[in-house]
């Protein structure tokens, strides 16, 4: 199983550039009810993945006295990530998604040229893994396509 099956694309996704302010960034995070969420730099690649701690402890440590309102002041290229997460190619395997959901919420896919294109969200490969036990179980009915999927998957 391919990445492009749980690909969630880029026009579906919440991101932000990394030129816009610590402000924009709270004040997008905040209306999604999000606690990360991808950096694209202005070329579309895949910047990093901005998370609510990030944006804490560049209140916190950098600036101390830092106010809500001077956060305009500040762009995201100047606030340190504390997680890196790595971004998948459109055809990584589905060893490697699962490998990187057990460490993030989402992972980020790039193409061959590096621009992001997509997320996979660790709830998607859940459910997906769930659903599978389930059919093996016998509680669920089985679609044909399914089956021929889930065969391509374990003979891979």
Request: proline fraction near 4%; glycine fraction near 4%; include cysteine.
């Amino acid at each position: 199983m391919k990445v492009a099956f749980f690909l969630t694309v880029k026009e579906d996704v919440v991101y932000l550039q990394d030129d816009c302010t610590m402000r924009q960034a709270m004040e997008r995070m905040e209306y999604h009810r999000y606690t990360a969420v991808p950096v694209l730099d202005q070329a579309g690649r895949y910047a990093g993945t901005l998370t609510e701690g990030d944006l804490l402890w560049k209140m916190k440590h950098n600036v101390p006295s830092l106010t809500f309102a001077e956060t305009e002041n500040y762009r995201l290229t100047e606030v340190p990530r504390h997680v890196i997460n790595q971004p998948v190619h459109i055809d990584a395997e589905m060893e490697e998604l699962l490998t990187k959901a057990t460490e993030q919420n989402f992972i980020p896919v790039v193409d061959s040229r590096e621009v992001f294109i997509g997320i996979v969200r660790r709830r998607d490969l859940i459910q997906y893994c769930l659903r599978l036990v389930k059919q093996q179980q016998g509680l669920l009915a089985v679609p044909p396509a399914v089956v021929a999927a889930s065969v391509q998957v374990s003979g891979t």
